[in-house]
Structures are given as C-alpha cells and as structure tokens.
C-alpha cells in the first residue's frame, strides 16, 4: 500500500513538472512570436484616422489613398514641440501653398523631403495643392517666394535653419507659417510633428 502511494505520488508530480515545462515552452514560444512580429507589441497605433505599423527600419508607416508615410517617432514622443495655434487651420483651410526652402541649405535634401510629404497629406487628405519653391535663385528655375508672397488665401510653408526649434507663423505676417530647426536631428522631429498636426487637422 505504501509503494503504491508512493508510486501515486510520483506519477502525480511527474504530471506537474510536465505541465510546468509545457508552460515555460508555450511562454517561450508566445515570446519568440511577439519578438517577430511588432505590431503585437504596441507598435501599431492609430492618429488622424490612419493605422501606422513600425517596420524593420524602426520607422512607422501609414498609407493614405495609396501614398506611403513615414515617420521616424510617434506622436507622444513629440510633445516638446509645440505647434502654434492657428498655425494648422491657416494651412488647411487653403486651397493651395508654397513650400519652400534654401535651395544651399546645408539641410537642403531632408527639407526636401518634408516638402514631399507634406505635400502628399495636404493633396490626398485635403485636396490642396501644394507648389514646391524655392527662397533663392535655383538652376530649377522654380519659383522664388518668401513670407512676403504670404496671403491669408495662399499661404506659404517656409523651412529654415535658425537657433530655436518652433512651429509658428510670422508675427508680421501670419499667413507665413515658419518651420525653424536647429539641426537635422531638429528637422527630423518638427517634421514628424508638422505632419501629425496636418494630418490630424489641428495643432497640439
């Protein structure tokens, strides 16, 4: 009587050891799934009525009537950048805009692309068009505007290098919305929060 308890027992703990590593497998398994696959992990969000998904660069990506957008941070890590108010709905409520910048900018290929995307969301999102310009004289013969070309019915997007790192409009025209950054990485993230705020359709 007492082997066969004993041999009762033993079966009975062989079960549990048993079910404990099938655990620790089914754990490891659901790990390794979740590890290849980051929308599981919180990667995907959804803003301004978009689902964006990282991919394998880290960058988060969306598509909006066929056009591919990316961004290279999620909103909430761009709170520090404030985009003035009034700023989004002079743009917005445009038909068209000039997007311009310095065509010798020594950040001259990443205001480009700014340029490009903006004008992607402002196009498909909004039905405004969006005419890339240039501050300056460019062998591209593209139009040359400044604030001064501003008007409350078509606005201007200027781009430039400066100290701070703001969103605004120029104070002495406030159908200029100005995009200052400091650097490239600065370029990086008011360009990310410009195209959240458009997209959205508001400032934050």
Request: overall charge negative; aromatic content about 8%.
């Given at each position: 009587?007492?082997?066969?308890?004993?041999?009762?027992?033993?079966?009975?703990?062989?079960r549990w050891?048993?079910?404990?590593?099938?655990?620790?497998?089914?754990?490891?398994?659901?790990g390794?799934?979740?590890?290849?696959?980051?929308?599981?992990?919180?990667?995907?969000?959804?803003?301004?009525?978009?689902?964006?998904?990282?991919?394998?660069?880290?960058f988060?990506?969306?598509?909006?009537?066929?056009?591919?957008?990316?961004?290279?941070?999620r909103p909430?890590?761009?709170?520090d950048?404030?985009v003035?108010?009034g700023?989004?709905?002079t743009?917005?409520?445009?038909?068209?805009?000039?997007?311009a910048y310095g065509?010798?900018?020594?950040?001259?290929?990443?205001?480009?692309?700014?340029?490009?995307?903006?004008?992607?969301?402002?196009?498909?999102?909004?039905?405004?068009?969006?005419?890339?310009?240039?501050?300056?004289?460019?062998?591209?013969?593209?139009?040359?505007?400044?604030?001064?070309?501003?008007?409350p019915?078509?606005?201007?997007?200027?781009i430039?290098?400066?100290?701070s790192?703001?969103?605004?409009?120029?104070?002495?025209?406030?159908?200029?919305?100005v995009?200052?950054?400091?650097?490239?990485?600065?370029?990086?993230?008011?360009?990310?929060?410009?195209?959240y705020?458009?997209?959205?359709?508001?400032?934050?």
């Open positions: 009587m007492a082997l066969q308890a004993r041999n009762g027992s033993g079966d009975k703990g062989k050891v048993a079910i404990f590593i099938g655990v620790i497998m089914l754990s490891s398994v659901a390794f799934v979740i590890s290849i696959n980051p929308s599981s992990q919180g990667d995907a969000f959804r803003y301004g009525g978009l689902t964006f998904k990282q991919n394998q660069q880290g988060y990506s969306a598509d909006l009537g066929g056009r591919l957008l990316e961004f290279a941070y909430e890590s761009l709170s950048i404030e003035a108010p700023v989004v709905e743009v917005i409520g445009s038909r068209a805009v000039y997007l065509w010798n900018n020594t950040l001259a290929q990443d205001m480009a692309l700014l340029q490009y995307d903006a004008g992607n969301i402002l196009e498909a999102k909004y039905g405004i068009f969006v005419q890339p310009a240039f501050t300056g004289a460019n062998p591209l013969n593209v139009a040359v505007v400044s604030c001064a070309n501003a008007t019915f078509v606005p201007v997007l200027l430039q290098e400066a100290n790192t703001a969103i605004s409009a120029d104070p002495a025209n406030p159908g200029c919305i995009l200052n950054v400091s650097d490239s990485t600065a370029l990086v993230r008011v360009a990310d929060s410009f195209k705020a458009i997209l959205k359709g508001e400032g934050k």
